[in-house]
């Protein structure tokens, strides 16, 4: 029996993010850098909580959340 997880819309915290590109470097699907804005920008705005689970740990600020 497979289990699949539901998609929850995306927070990101861009005041307090410091810019550090990880989350584009770990999920170039759902990340990119906006070179514009020097920030990084949403190519998504839903995902589950495991495809963002590695960078949500990684992030130094915790920029990236699920909304409920």
Do not use: R
């Not at 410091?18 to 995902?47: R, T, Y």
Request: aromatic share 4%; with cysteine.
């Amino acid at each position: 029996m497979s289990h699949t997880e539901t998609s929850k819309e995306i927070g990101l915290d861009l005041a307090h993010c410091s810019c550090c590109q990880g989350c584009v470097e770990i999920n170039p699907d759902i990340f990119e850098w906006d070179d514009n804005n020097d920030m990084p920008h949403l190519l998504k705005d839903k995902a589950t909580e495991e495809e963002l689970q590695e960078i949500m740990a990684c992030c130094p600020k915790d920029c990236i959340y699920l909304l409920e």
